[in-house]
């Protein structure tokens, strides 16, 4: 069964300061990648997605990630973070089993971003 | 247009006794997924939905169920409930059943949140 691991669990940054948070999956096949953000008190929003072509990818909000297929990885990265990215990401793979919709996600990263 | 909906938003409920949390997709989507979200841990897929058929299940006790109607809303019921089931309960919709492997995306509701007491 595929996994995915985040490994950073909180992150504190000051405004203006580059991201990366880490994201790694387990599955040798064929996937789908998928980056989510959870604001406080929001629901889940999809950031960016990969699921074919270019490895990097940008999604809303100034934020990119690049799949590295040789790593299993799929990064999150933003130049210069402001206080509104303070949120919940989630790093999700989906594998083409064409069998249903079913995301694995990780276990979250909680950023905060300081003035 | 509408988001995805879920009800009830909270519930309480003691040990033992039944739940049924209900979502609503967005207009014209034909599935639906259901996940559990337990404090600090990222979600976890329970079932997914489409076209009335069950076309996926987690790794979750047969306590929990799931039905999908004609207009594509879907109920999630847990029997017998642990003090374990208490969690944030996501429900989210997309187009397909198995279109995510070609890049569609899950849109995800606010989710109830279970209190198992």
């Known amino acids: 069964a595929q996994s995915v691991s985040q490994h950073n669990h909180h992150v504190i940054l000051s405004e203006a300061a580059s991201l990366e948070l880490g994201c790694n999956y387990s599955y040798g096949g064929t996937v789908n990648l998928f980056w989510y953000v959870q604001y406080p008190g929001q629901h889940l929003q999809l950031l960016l997605k990969y699921f074919s072509g270019d490895p990097l990818v940008k999604g809303i909000k100034g934020f990119e990630a690049e799949f590295i297929k040789s790593k299993f990885s799929f990064n999150l990265r933003k130049p210069s973070v402001q206080w509104s990215d303070t949120a919940e990401y989630f790093c999700?793979?989906?594998?083409?089993?064409?069998?249903?919709?079913?995301?694995?996600f990780g276990t979250g990263t909680q950023l905060k971003v300081e003035l | 247009d509408a988001g995805v909906t879920q009800s009830p938003t909270h519930l309480i409920k003691t040990r033992g006794q039944q739940v049924t949390l209900r979502c609503s997709p967005i207009?014209?989507?034909?599935?639906v997924s259901w996940y559990q979200q337990v404090l600090g841990q990222g979600p976890q897929f329970i079932f997914q939905?489409?076209?009335?058929?069950?076309?996926g299940r987690g790794n979750f006790p047969d306590r929990f169920s799931a039905r999908q109607f004609p207009n594509y809303s879907s109920e999630l019921n847990v029997n017998a409930l642990l003090l374990g089931d208490s969690a944030l309960y996501l429900c989210?919709?997309?187009?397909?059943?198995?279109?995510?492997?070609?890049?569609?995306?899950?849109?995800f509701g606010p989710g109830t949140r279970l209190l198992v007491l």
């Open positions: 999700a793979v989906t594998i083409l089993t064409g069998g249903g919709n079913k995301l694995t």
């Open positions: 989210a919709s997309s187009p397909s059943g198995t279109g995510i492997s070609l890049g569609e995306t899950q849109y």
């Open positions: 939905y489409y076209e009335k058929e069950e076309r």
């Open positions: 207009s014209g989507h034909k599935s």
